[in-house]
């Protein structure tokens, strides 16, 4: 009779416990804490996803989870980016994941220019928001590196924005980003290179990201611009007079060649007033190491992107020449 009382007890015990523990899970005590970004990739299972909510602090326990959706019912899960805060309830967590993912994504490559990235954003927070991001960056004065706008001053990677976070806030987010990765290869905002500002240099690697393209071209092109840069007058980058008519990828005409600009360094002295691009690690490094030589002239000349280098005009044509013999 007295072990019967004794296995009540702790049958009641362990009940109660549960009760807690379960409890605890789906209403938490404490107030919702800081948005979290989870991805759901294609085929991702719900336990995978209470796996992942329990490690970003969504969930206080996702075996909690698991038992809840058993009682109430999976949620329907579509792959893609959600912001939920820690700390949500079950019932929080079932009609976030419930509905359409609530974040948008947008991936800055090394090489965009701020217009790019605007129009790649509309598509996916819609005109209104792209437009204010995109007029913040290029007329807002209040840089990192005092520089006129943020071209060439966002980090490269993947931006996830949920509800409600605002453009000037994305910005400074990306800008932090870039200060980070500037730092990551030995660099600050108030470094001087090679006789360059930090702004200086930045320019000149946002050119070498544009015109030597692939990362086995950009320590020579680093050397050119400098070279150019020492020799004064016009550094004579075909990529500097795109970014000023907005284009990409495409030849630079004759015409183009005459448009007076400050962005045209055919006939503009130095460097642009402003980078043309967003940098990348590989264009960084190549303008702060860039090897010895005195080229002054490189070319395309085979379909896999390579570069040929010159010291003098007369084997610059003699690339051109290989390069047209290539179709090129």
């Known amino acids: 009779m007295r072990n019967a009382k004794r296995l009540i007890i702790a049958v009641i015990a362990a009940t109660v416990l549960s009760v807690v523990w379960y ?11 800081p948005q979290v970004a989870l991805r759901v990739s294609p085929g991702e299972s719900v336990s995978q996803v209470a796996a992942n909510l329990e490690k970003a602090g969504v969930l ?16 329907v899960i579509r792959d893609g980016y959600y912001v939920i805060h820690r700390n949500s309830s079950h019932a929080e967590i ?3 994941l419930s509905a359409t993912p609530n974040a948008h994504v947008v991936t800055i490559f090394a090489g965009a220019t701020i217009r790019q990235i605007s129009r790649q954003m509309e598509t996916v927070t819609g005109p209104v928001f792209a437009s204010a991001w995109r007029n913040l960056a290029l007329t807002t004065p209040q840089t990192a590196f005092g520089s006129p706008n943020y071209e060439g001053l966002l980090g490269v990677g993947a931006y996830i924005i949920g509800d409600g976070e605002q453009p000037k806030a994305l910005l400074k ?27 200086q240099f930045v320019t000149a690697a946002s050119i070498v990201e544009k015109e030597g393209y692939y990362p086995k071209n950009m320590p020579k092109v680093a050397r050119v611009i400098l ?51 967003q940098v990348g690690r590989e264009a960084l490094a190549a303008m702060l190491r860039p090897p010895p030589g005195s080229w002054l002239y490189f070319v395309v000349i085979d379909k896999s992107g390579t570069e040929a280098f010159a010291a003098t005009y007369a084997e610059h044509l003699r690339n051109i020449e290989l390069a047209r013999s290539r179709g090129l």
Do not use: C, W
Request: no cysteine.
């Open 94 to 96: 079932r009609k976030v």
């Open 23 to 33: 409890g605890l899970s789906a209403f938490p005590l404490s107030s919702p804490g």
């Open 227 to 277: 070279n150019r840069l020492d020799r004064g007058g016009g550094l004579q980058m075909d990529a500097t007079v795109l970014y000023y008519l907005d284009k990409d990828g495409v030849r630079v005409t004759p015409s183009m060649l005459q448009i007076r600009t400050p962005y045209n360094t055919y006939l503009s002295p130095g460097l642009t007033p402003t980078p043309i691009s």
């Open 173 to 199: 987010r990306m800008e932090r980003r870039f200060v980070r990765q500037f730092a990551d290869v030995g660099l600050t905002p108030s470094s001087r290179v090679h006789g360059l500002s930090a702004y």
């Open 60 to 75: 206080r326990s996702s075996l909690a989870f698991r038992i809840d959706t058993m009682i109430f019912g999976a949620p």
